[in-house]
């Protein structure tokens, strides 16, 4: 069968100033394939593209393109373009002259380079401001003409670097649509990068979640969010419940003290196991009636439904529901044996699912820092 | 309180014209004193024309000043950018120590030990003079790199590190994505440094004073014309250059707010 | 990585030949002359002879001190009033402030002797009055006013440019935080003007330290300055090469020990007095 990877990476290191970023590193990715590159600051997603984009040589391992190795290869001459996380246009240009930057140093005739630069501009709906200098551009528009300058170029594979980071919440949702749209039409290779599990989850055919400088899992968004590999994976990709657990037998698991029939097996007699539970995934009954009973400690109410914390021996757990309850409330949780999914244990396991310190955390969250990423140069 | 403020900004700026004013006062005067103004003529304008030595020494002082802009700004703006992306703190410390020491030491002290290196250096050759116009151009280039680095760096440091990378991704060569992105990026500090290192070379006194040897310039020449008794002449020489500096500076100014209400008239959209 | 650093190492090297050459190479022989007699020998007698200059010294290094405080005195206000002006007259000012530096200083020194000489301007107006002549030129007065005339600039535009840029909303906040005007001059407008006032007390002071042309025009033969000491002996000849490098070493270690102690001043952060 002929391999149809177009990049890949082969047991790649990277170290800064003695720090390994990247770790024994391994990644195929196919041809024509939107892949996401997903992980929090640090993780290394963005050496990995500068790897691929040609910004940066791997002190070991293989960076092979459409099967030759490119490592001494310099960027100029690779077929991948970039979309940088700040857009980086160039200021003293105007809007045509930026998208027909690429074609100009390949020295095409000015007719074909005017045709290209309308056909581009027309595809990212910015026809009529060729003119118009790239300072008095509002953020979505500087970041269709950082598209239109890199696809002017034909390139094999796209590489984008949080483009979307910079734009305010409406404006993402629809550059997510046409992103993926354009990805379709034109056959093109996407690797995107990207902190946010949810643009990840929408708009990719494969995400490869990283931690450390290693990935954690690679799979469709669905195994991801379904079937998440360690309790890292759990946490990062949308919320989650994580206890400790033991598998007594095939479908079968102990954990909160209680026993629960589960979907999963191939584990040890009494391995020790991590146990996730989405919180949507749970319904909350009446205390006699529910496998596990606790009290409810924090209720916070989200429009789609409640965001409500139950406190069960100790451990908090969160849970969605569309029904109102109040703090102090005893109630019963219900899990079906499809809501529970088993993991093994991990150096994550302990680190991540336990929502008692909850406020802390959407601090935490919500001033997520896109601008600091890898300081890899 | 505005009013006194307003007083306070006149008095200072009457101080730093006075002597100015007197200065294009008696370029005017008739008789050749300087203290007694006993009528108007402009022969000291019209006897300069004619001022052989003054003429070379305008000559010499342009040319050292275009030569040494020309080329710190080159050898500078080359050296900002491989300083910018020095790895290695340690050798970046030492190198902008280095190049700091010229602006912060004395002039004389500067002029001083680069004389004794050209004499030096004249001696190693068997040279008779070591002193002349490639030795007053080598200073004048050495004290006018420290200004070009420190104006064209903060540009560099301002600029965006991903518009090279952009450059790169986009097919430029190294070398083209420089003249192509970066140079039009660091424009304003290359030029800024440029039009300083000119200024300070064509207003050099004390570090062409120990290094020129014959190769006479327009300040040296003042200096040997204020030895002894000053006539009006060097007044009238002195504000023709005023007057030189006072228009290129209006210029500057209009091109300025030119090009300010250009940018803020594009910024309507 | 590699050929990336080599490119790098093309473009710096130039210049790091170059201030090898002429900025290192230069001090070392200065160094080297402050050590040696005529004939080469080395030799420490050149430091003892210092002594004799122990006066040219103190002189320097006392006018400067008055003429940087001074300066600094009169900068201070004419910085803060120009950056409550409208921006175009701000720019105006600058221009206006600017333009004298860009003229010769020796003839702006000089014109000074027209102004202050016994039959000069001040003189003769005096005279009308049927008061003078008072003498007022080759005093000490004298070459102090030339030095603050000459570097006043130096020390208007750093001040002016630090104020400039002082975010406006730290004095809103200061106003809001119910500070009247001199408070807020004196907790905020004050210790964040700070670096400018530093980097103006260096410009007018290593100039000042070191100046001979001031001294020799305006000061007369009374009033040897270390930089006329040094300049007199360089004219000697190449015997007196040593005496002078070795007087121009301690000019540049003096110059040295004070930017130490000004960055001292720079660096901690408590408000403390700035001279």
């Given at each position: ?377 | ?96 120590s280095?190049?700091q020491?010229?602006?912060m030491n004395a ?163 | ?56 010294f103190g002189?320097s290094i006392l006018?400067a001190a008055i003429a940087t405080v001074?300066t600094l ?82 020390m208007?535009?750093p ?35 700070r670096p400018g006032v530093i980097s103006g007390i260096t410009m007018v002071f290593v100039p000042s330290v070191s ?39 301690v000019l540049m270690v003096m110059i040295l020990i004070c930017m130490f102690i000004m960055n001292r001043f720079s660096d901690d952060d408590d408000g403390g007095v700035i001279i």
């Amino acid at each position: 069968m002929k391999n149809e990877n177009i990049v890949e990476l082969k047991g790649i290191s990277v170290a800064f100033g003695g720090e390994k970023v990247l770790d024994d590193f391994n990644l195929e990715i196919k041809d024509k394939e939107f892949v996401t590159l997903l992980g929090p600051s640090g993780c290394g997603k963005t050496t990995t593209l500068r790897l691929i984009a040609g910004f940066l040589e791997p002190d070991g391992g293989d960076v092979i393109f459409e099967g030759r190795r490119i490592n001494d290869l310099p960027g100029y001459k690779r077929h991948v373009n970039t979309i940088f996380q700040r857009y980086a246009l160039f200021p003293h240009l105007n809007v045509y002259e930026n998208v027909a930057f690429g074609l100009r140093i390949k020295k095409l005739p000015e007719k074909e380079i005017k045709a290209k630069v309308t056909e581009m501009l027309a595809l990212v709906n910015l026809s009529g401001l060729e003119k118009r200098n790239i300072d008095t551009l509002s953020g979505g528009q500087q970041q269709r003409v950082a598209i239109a300058r890199a696809i002017a170029n034909h390139p094999r594979v796209l590489l984008l670097d949080e483009p979307l980071a910079a734009l305010d919440l409406k404006l993402r949702k629809d550059m997510q649509k046409e992103l993926k749209k354009m990805q379709e039409q034109l056959g093109i290779t996407f690797i995107f990068v990207t902190h946010d599990q949810e643009e990840a989850l929408t708009m990719s055919d494969r995400v490869v979640v990283m931690n450390n400088g290693k990935i954690q899992q690679v799979g469709t968004p669905q195994d991801i969010y379904n079937e998440p590999l360690n309790a890292f994976v759990a946490d990062f990709i949308g919320e989650s419940n994580i206890v400790d657990g033991k598998m007594l037998r095939d479908f079968y698991v102990e954990f909160s003290g209680q026993r629960f029939d589960c979907l999963d097996k191939g584990f040890e007699p009494d391995e020790p196991v991590d146990v996730v539970v989405r919180p949507e995934d749970v319904d909350i009954v009446a205390p006699d009636k529910g496998m596990l009973t606790g009290v409810v400690t924090s209720v916070a109410f989200l429009g789609v439904h409640y965001e409500i914390i139950v406190d069960i021996g100790g451990f908090k757990w969160m849970i969605q529901t569309t029904d109102e309850h109040f703090e102090g409330d005893r109630v019963g949780l219900y899990i079906e044996p499809d809501a529970i999914h088993i993991m093994k244990k991990s150096e994550y396991s302990g680190l991540y699912g336990d929502y008692s310190s909850y406020s802390e955390e959407i601090d935490h969250l919500s001033d997520a820092d896109y601008g600091e990423e890898d300081g890899g140069e | 309180m505005k009013a006194l403020a307003r007083l306070y900004v006149a008095l200072i700026i009457f101080f730093l014209y006075a002597p100015v004013l007197v200065m294009i006062f008696f370029s005017f005067n008739e008789s050749s004193s300087v203290w007694v103004f006993t009528g108007f003529s402009f022969d000291w304008y019209t006897g300069l024309a004619t001022d052989v030595t003054m003429l070379n020494a305008l000559k010499h002082t342009l040319i050292v000043a275009v030569l040494s802009a020309v080329i710190s700004t080159v050898l500078g703006t080359a050296a900002a950018v491989g300083i910018t992306a020095l790895r290695n703190k340690f050798s970046k410390k030492i190198i902008m120590s280095v190049t700091q020491i010229p602006m912060m030491n004395a002039d004389i002290v500067t002029g001083i030990s680069l004389m004794l290196l050209f004499i030096f250096i004249g001696k190693l050759l068997g040279l008779r003079e070591s002193l002349g116009f490639l030795t007053v151009l080598t200073a004048h280039i050495t004290f006018n790199l420290p200004y070009v680095i420190l104006s064209v760096l903060p540009k560099l440091r301002q600029t965006d590190a991903s518009l090279r990378e952009a450059a790169l991704d986009l097919g430029c060569t190294p070398l083209q994505a420089f003249f192509k992105v970066i140079m039009p990026a660091i424009s304003t500090g290359i030029i800024t440094g440029f039009i300083m290192a000119f200024t300070l070379s064509l207003d050099d006194f004390v570090i062409s004073y120990f290094t020129c040897g014959h190769y006479q310039t327009l300040p040296i020449i003042i200096y040997n014309m204020t030895k002894k008794s000053v006539t009006p002449d060097t007044y009238a020489l002195s504000t023709i250059i005023f007057a030189c500096v006072f228009a290129l500076l209006i210029m500057y100014n209009m091109l300025q707010t030119k090009s300010e209400s250009k940018k803020a008239a594009k910024a309507q959209p | 990585m590699n050929k990336k650093s080599l490119g790098n190492k093309l473009i710096t090297s130039p210049y790091i030949v170059w201030a090898a050459i002429f900025i290192v190479v230069p001090l070392v022989i200065m160094l080297y002359f402050a050590f040696t007699d005529p004939s080469g020998a080395f030799t420490a007698e050149n430091l003892s002879h210092l002594g004799k200059y122990k006066k040219a010294f103190g002189l320097s290094i006392l006018y400067a001190a008055i003429a940087t405080v001074i300066t600094l005195v009169l900068a201070y206000p004419m910085a803060y009033f120009m950056t409550k002006l409208k921006i175009s007259s701000q720019r105006m000012l600058l221009l206006v402030v600017m333009l004298p530096m860009w003229m010769n200083f020796l003839i702006r020194t000089y014109s000074w002797i027209t102004i202050l000489a016994n039959t000069g301007i001040i003189n003769t107006l005096l005279g009308k009055f049927g008061i003078g002549p008072v003498k007022l030129m080759y005093t000490p007065g004298a070459v102090i006013l030339g030095m603050v005339y000459d570097f006043i600039p130096y020390m208007i535009l750093p001040i002016y440019s630090v104020m400039s840029k002082l975010d406006k909303s730290l004095l809103e906040a200061a106003e809001d935080l119910g500070s009247n005007s001199f408070t807020k001059f004196k907790r905020v407008i004050l210790p964040l003007s700070r670096p400018g006032v530093i980097s103006g007390i260096t410009m007018v002071f290593v100039p000042s330290v070191s100046t001979f042309y001031i001294s020799q025009k305006l000061g007369g033969n009374k009033t040897l300055l270390i930089g006329d000491a040094i300049e007199y002996l360089f004219n000697l000849g190449p015997d007196y090469y040593n005496v002078a490098s070795a007087l121009s070493m301690v000019l540049m270690v003096m110059i040295l020990i004070c930017m130490f102690i000004m960055n001292r001043f720079s660096d901690d952060d408590d408000g403390g007095v700035i001279i």
